[in-house]
């Protein structure tokens, strides 16, 4: 099943890419700097990380704050606790320890809190809600009709209608998947399933759910019309008097409209060069610097020129797109808020060991 990092809990993050450039992170005395050039408020607390691959494949990372950069790689088990017990609020820990023990947990924020769905193997299916300190729960067992089904089904994504969370899934697999959407009623501990009929297509991620639980989620409106979703289309192949079917992802930005049970295009032309759902509203980079604003009550759509000249590599936190681009000494990251730039900041290496890294590197944010 996918996994997605959701970076909003980490801020800002910036990767460095290196190929196969052999260098042990762990003993390097590189160091970086995080200079905040225009407001520094929206760069309270930001934690940049740095990536690079070493020749073994594997993954090195540095943080870099105003204050310091160090090397976050291969921490031991109490020195990880510590770390993610720093990112999480107290106010979300005990959501947070209720949905650890499950599997395939998925996640979204709406303005009355948090909403977690997870499995606890192929047993039950738990729903979880953080309004404020308290935290409820529910579950559905293998004798509630359509868990079952559920729990074998990969699953899309999340979101809130009429109050009752929404599970999209595909049941099923090759030319046999169905898309469907199974709704929890949880006062009566039933699931509803409904198929969308989609045929040769189907949804397989919904914008804006969290895979694994992420404390710093952006906060979506529950009740919205439109629902952003990524589509994909099966196609087959017959060679030999064997039959084979593949599936890509459709070109173009896509909602699930939750009052005509339809898949709708928002927009025919265009795709998500990064896209964030920020309460009523999908804002979708395009690749030529514009971003789609689309009303997800409405279904309006207006477009807004953002950033000018060549893309580099962009993330949103929030409702914020964050733009990396390379300078000699490192990366400025440039930050637009609304379509306007808000703030500017400069990761530099600043001794001979971390300019050593910057051969070949590559930055974006997630």
Do not use: C
Not at 18 to 33: Q, S, Y
Not at 88 to 94: E, I
Not at 139 to 165: C, H, I, K, Q, Y
């Amino acid at each position: 099943m996918k996994r997605v990092w959701n970076v909003a809990a980490l801020g800002a993050v910036v990767i460095i890419g290196l190929g196969t450039f052999a260098f042990d992170m762990r003993d390097t005395k590189a160091e970086w700097d995080l200079a905040v050039t225009t407001n520094p408020e929206v760069w309270k607390d930001q934690t940049v990380n740095l990536y690079y691959n070493t020749e073994e494949g594997e993954k090195e990372r540095f943080e870099v704050t105003t204050d310091q950069s160090q090397v976050t790689t291969d921490l031991n088990y109490i020195e990880q606790a510590l770390a993610y017990d720093d990112e999480v609020d107290s106010s979300v820990r005990d959501f947070y320890r209720q949905l650890s023990g499950l599997s395939f947990v998925q996640s979204i924020q709406t303005p009355d809190g948090y909403i977690g769905v997870g499995q606890d193997g192929n047993k039950e299916i738990a729903v979880f809600r953080l309004n404020g300190q308290d935290v409820t729960k529910q579950l559905f067992g293998t004798d509630v009709s359509g868990a079952s089904e559920l729990m074998d089904s990969p699953w899309a994504g999340l979101f809130v209608r009429e109050g009752n969370v929404h599970v999209i899934y595909r049941d099923g697999y090759g030319e046999n998947a169905e898309t469907k959407i199974a709704r929890f009623d949880e006062d009566a501990k039933q699931i509803m399933i409904e198929s969308l009929g989609l045929k040769d297509e189907g949804i397989s991620s919904v914008t804006g759910t969290s895979w694994a639980f992420r404390p710093y989620v952006m906060t979506i409106d529950a009740d919205n019309r439109f629902i952003p979703v990524s589509v994909t289309e099966q196609t087959s192949v017959t060679e030999g008097g064997e039959t084979y079917w593949s599936e890509q992802e459709k070109i173009g930005i896509y909602a699930y409209d939750v009052e005509t049970k339809q898949v709708v295009e928002l927009t025919p032309d265009g795709d998500m060069w990064n896209a964030t759902v920020y309460e009523d509203r999908l804002i979708a980079l395009q690749e030529e610097g514009t971003e789609l604003v689309v009303d997800l009550k409405t279904g309006k759509s207006s477009t807004r020129q953002v950033i000018d000249g060549s893309v580099g590599t962009t993330s949103y936190v929030g409702d914020r797109l964050y733009h990396a681009r390379p300078i000699k000494e490192g990366a400025v990251i440039d930050v637009y808020e609304d379509g306007k730039s808000i703030a500017s900041a400069v990761v530099k290496a600043t001794n001979d060991e971390a300019k050593a890294l910057l051969s070949n590197t590559e930055y974006y944010v997630e």
